[in-house]
Structures are given as C-alpha cells and as structure tokens.
Nanobody, 128 residues
Framework: QVQLVESGGGLVQAGGSLRLSCAAS????????MGWFRQAPGKERVFVAG????????YHADSVKGRFTISRDNAKNTVFLQMNTLKPEDTAVYYC?????????????????????WGQGTQVTVSS
C-alpha cells in the first residue's frame, strides 16, 4: 500500500519561498508518476505539477510556471516542490499524489481522478 507524507508547509510573506517534500513508501515507484495538487477553501483541487519517477519528465501548471519546480530524489523516494515568488493566491492545502504510469495518466495527468494514492496535505499560507 502506497503511503505519502507531505511536509514543509507554513506561513510566508508574498515574494518568499517554501519547499514542500513528499516521502513515498510502500512499493517500488519506477512505474509511477507523482503529482502536487492544491485546494483553496471552497474551490476544487487543482493540478500544480507532476513528475515521472523513471524518466524525470516534468509538468507544471501555467499558473506556476517559472515560479515552482518539481523534482525527485529516487534514492530517498522523495518528491519536492520548490515554490518561489509566492503570491497570496498560492494559499491552499497542498497534496502529494501517486499515479500508475499508463495511457490514462499521459492523457489526463492534470485530473485528480488519475491518481490512486494521496497524502494528508500540508497548509501553505502566503500573506500580502
């Protein structure tokens, strides 16, 4: 069973930086992709960034391109989300998720429904 544990959230001023971590365990992840999603109060959960474990292919939502960077450390089974130049609208609970690599994933990697396992979330609050 896949277990995902996020950390690194907190309160930061606009323009600041945070790095989120997601520690994955429970199986071999070579055939998996990982994603970061976020959910603001009263809003849907939306895709932020994704990465494939084996090839390291990355995907970023337009709203965070140039500011956020997803990466992974295969040896530690950990995925990171480096967030720079944070804005108040980045305030949300950030979730880590895992999906099996498949045609379904490549066709719809921004959809939460593609992902099978989720972490508990970590709060990011950006003050103006």
């Amino acid at each position: 069973q896949v277990q995902l544990v996020e950390s690194g959230g907190g309160l930061v001023q606009a323009g600041g930086s945070l790095r989120l971590s997601c520690a994955a365990s429970g199986r071999t992840f070579s055939n998996y992709a990982m994603g970061w999603f976020r959910q603001a109060p009263g809003k849907e959960r939306v895709f932020v960034a994704g990465i494939t474990w084996s090839s390291g292919d990355t995907y970023h939502a337009d709203s965070v391109k140039g500011r956020f960077t997803i990466s992974r450390d295969n040896a530690k089974n950990t995925v990171f989300l480096q967030m720079n130049t944070l804005k108040p609208e980045d305030t949300a609970v950030y979730y880590c998720a895992a999906a099996v690599l498949s045609s379904r994933y490549y066709g719809d990697y921004e959809s939460p429904h593609v992902y099978d396992s989720w972490g508990q979330g970590t709060q990011v609050t950006v003050s103006s």
